[in-house]
């Protein structure tokens, strides 16, 4: 049966002369593997393998049978245009850092509107806002999909506590042997990045580069000890290069 759905496009492999298989979080579905087939045809009025570049949000009607594995699409349309996130660098590479965290994250096919709603959301702004004001996007992403998906940290923060204790997911003084030390500098900064609540308030939250990735690895070593399915990400390498 034929059914309507939006989604995010997470990675697509090209299959045959013309045609791409793509893994898509669609808001009704969750994660989905669709064929969609003539995409890349030369012999087409217009090549729209475009669309199904990592990152695209579309509105899909699809053909969903529960019992298949891969599914097809009938029809698709970008739901947003991106204006600017697939030309700047930094923004491209902040979006494929995302893309690849939802990959590592999402179990598959079980429906999370919440994350995608937010996940939306959240390349929309990407798009939008100033390359300025993207800096600590990686980390609000994360921190977001961690509580959405029920691995979020407690913000109960205070001066005399350094560590982070991965039973408790709470700030602590004792070390744990699991995770690298965090200094008090760092555990503040995190702490604020709990708490914020919109993209003027992440906007706000000053760092340099060096406290920035440190927190980012923590926090992928903190996902890694999470789900077996996290590893290591490719595209962290160039994150690191462009964010300064």
Same mark, same amino acid.
């Given at each position: 049966?034929?059914?309507?759905?939006?989604?995010?496009?997470?990675r697509?492999?090209?299959?045959?002369?013309?045609?791409?298989?793509?893994?898509?979080f669609?808001?009704?579905?969750?994660?989905? *593997?669709?064929? &969609? @087939?003539?995409?890349? =045809? *030369?012999?087409?009025?217009?090549?729209?393998g475009?669309?199904? @570049?990592?990152?695209? #949000?579309? $509105?899909l009607? &699809?053909?969903?049978?529960? @019992?298949?594995?891969? !599914?097809?699409?009938?029809?698709?349309?970008?739901?947003?245009?991106? *204006?600017?996130? @697939?030309? /700047?660098?930094?923004?491209?590479?902040? =979006?494929? +850092?995302s893309v690849?965290?939802?990959?590592?994250?999402? %179990?598959?096919q079980?429906?999370?509107?919440a994350?995608? $709603?937010?996940?939306?959301?959240?390349?929309?702004?990407?798009?939008?806002l100033?390359?300025?004001? &993207?800096?600590?996007?990686?980390?609000?992403?994360?921190?977001q999909?961690?509580?959405?998906?029920?691995? /979020?940290?407690?913000?109960? +923060?205070?001066?005399?506590k350094?560590?982070?204790?991965? %039973?408790?997911?709470g +700030?602590?003084?004792?070390?744990? =042997?699991?995770?690298?030390?965090?200094?008090?500098? $760092?555990?503040?900064?995190?702490?604020?990045?709990?708490?914020? $609540?919109?993209?003027?308030?992440?906007?706000?939250?000053?760092?340099?580069? /060096?406290i920035?990735?440190? #927190?980012?690895?923590?926090?992928?070593?903190?996902?890694q000890?999470?789900? !077996?399915?996290?590893?290591?990400l490719? =595209?962290?390498? &160039?994150?690191?290069?462009?964010?300064?």
């Amino acid at each position: 049966m034929l059914h309507k759905t939006n989604g995010i496009v997470l990675r697509s492999i090209k299959y045959g002369d013309s045609s791409f298989i793509t893994t898509i979080f669609t808001a009704v579905y969750g994660i989905q *593997t669709y064929i &969609v @087939q003539g995409v890349r =045809s *030369t012999k087409a009025k217009q090549n729209r393998g475009g669309f199904f @570049q990592p990152g695209m #949000l579309l $509105d899909l009607v &699809v053909y969903q049978q529960p @019992q298949k594995n891969m !599914q097809r699409i009938r029809e698709f349309s970008a739901t947003y245009i991106y *204006t600017g996130l @697939q030309e /700047d660098v930094v923004k491209n590479s902040i =979006s494929i +850092f995302s893309v690849e965290l939802l990959l590592r994250l999402l %179990p598959e096919q079980a429906p999370l509107p919440a994350l995608y $709603d937010m996940a939306c959301e959240y390349f929309i702004a990407l798009d939008k806002l100033s390359i300025h004001q &993207v800096a600590n996007f990686p980390l609000f992403f994360i921190i977001q999909c961690s509580k959405i998906l029920g691995y /979020d940290l407690k913000d109960n +923060f205070s001066g005399e506590k350094t560590m982070n204790i991965m %039973p408790e997911a709470g +700030f602590a003084a004792n070390s744990s =042997s699991a995770m690298p030390f965090i200094n008090n500098e $760092d555990t503040g900064i995190l702490n604020l990045l709990l708490i914020a $609540d919109s993209y003027n308030a992440l906007e706000k939250i000053e760092m340099n580069a /060096d406290i920035r990735l440190r #927190l980012i690895d923590w926090f992928i070593a903190y996902l890694q000890l999470h789900t !077996q399915h996290m590893g290591n990400l490719k =595209s962290l390498s &160039v994150l690191r290069a462009i964010l300064h």
